[in-house]
Every structure is written in C-alpha cells, then in structure tokens.
C-alpha cells in the first residue's frame, strides 16, 4: 500500500486484479494490505479478514449482497480509501462498482444469448476472463462459449475444472482431473458452473454480453 496526502486525510490504495488469484485469496491480499498500512500510519496493530470458507457468509451479508457464494462480485480495479476505512468499506465499494457495471452492460447485452440473469452472464464473462489472457481473444472466446451453449454441447473449458480442484492443482491438468466429476467441471457437467471462477474486468462482461456472431 502507498500513502498519498489528500487535504487532511491520508489515503492508501489497494488493487483487485482479474485472473490472478481465487477470490478468498485476493481478498485476504487486499483487505491485509489496506488493514497493515492504515494500522501503521494510525499507529495501531493491523487487522485482517480471514480468507476461510466460513467468513463468506458473514462476508456477504455485511456488504449487502444476497449472493450464496463472494465469487465474482467485486470488480477488479484499484480503490482509494482514508486510514480510517475498514476492509469491508473497501470491499462493499468493489461490489457496488461490480453491480453497477454488470447491470450497465446487462441493458446493453445482444439478442439470443443463453443468460436467464445477469448472474450467469458474470459467470460465464469470469470463464472468458481466465480462458485467455489475451483482450483481443476474449470476443472470440466467448462467442464459441455462447454458441456451445445456445447448441446444447458441454462448454469442456479447463479453468472450470482447475477452480473446482482447489488447492488440489497443483499446475498439471491431468485426464483424471478432467474425468473427475464436481460441480464446476464442465467436461461432465452441462450448461454453467454454479457461481463465477474469477472476478471478470469490464472487456470480458462485454464480451460475454455481445460476442461476434461465429459458426
């Protein structure tokens, strides 16, 4: 974290970056970073927000979200805040800024697109997000995503399965993990997985909202 003088308060920035870490682990990062050096500048012991499972329902509920699962609702960017503010000030603001752009880009989405909710068009804008990491391939990634879909085919995309792995990845996708049946691997699975895998910037929500027309 870095201080910058603002009048009289001090500020500090923390970042959320897409395709980086898990969402408990990002997080964890940001809320330690931005509780460390407010503590130091106020000079009081640093807090954190614990990055286990059991803190996502608690997680949700203080930001206001009826989410089942924190996956993918907090929008990737870097947010400014005062010594005084908390994690979860920081978090609720990357939230709000999340719904805000998903529901800008829902109203603006294109005809015939498999999407009950905007939900699933932020799921499936967070596979675009970890499928490439190239922003000239996300059109295109999602377009052959979509047309998976709106076809009845399985989507057989690796970032789905390594997200329902876990910490059991150890960075070698092997057949057996691809065999192995959980609810994100969509080699076995028909249609989206549950929730996000990732936190999806504004290029991929666009993307999966009005992909090219391909064959």
Not at 83 to 106: I, T, Y
Not at 169 to 174: E, M, P, T
Not at 175 to 200: E, F, H, Q
Request: aromatic share 6%.
């Amino acid at each position: 974290a870095k201080s910058k003088n603002v009048s009289d308060a001090v500020m500090l920035s923390t970042r959320l970056i897409p395709d980086m870490y898990p969402l408990s682990r990002q997080v964890q990062i940001a809320c330690d970073i931005a509780c460390r050096g407010a503590a130091r500048l106020a000079g009081a012991e640093p807090r954190s927000f614990p990055d286990t499972e059991q803190t996502f329902d608690e997680l949700l509920a203080r930001i206001g979200s009826t989410a089942s699962h924190p996956e993918g609702l907090f929008f990737p960017d870097t947010y400014l805040f005062s010594r005084r503010s908390s994690d979860l000030d920081v978090l609720r603001r990357a939230h709000r800024h999340m719904l805000e752009v998903l529901d800008r880009e829902w109203a603006r989405r294109a005809g015939g697109l498999p999407y009950k909710t905007p939900y699933q068009a932020l799921t499936m804008a967070s596979i675009v997000e970890k499928e490439t990491g190239q922003a000239a391939d996300r059109p295109m990634v999602a377009s052959v995503f979509v047309n998976r879909l709106n076809s009845g085919m399985l989507l057989q995309t690796d970032p789905t399965v390594i997200y329902g792995l876990g910490e059991a990845f150890d960075g070698n996708l092997r057949k057996r993990d691809l065999l192995a049946d959980t609810v994100y691997n969509t080699y076995t699975r028909s249609g989206l997985p549950p929730t996000p895998i990732a936190m999806p910037g504004v290029a991929a929500l666009r993307a999966a909202l009005n992909p090219p027309a391909t064959d």
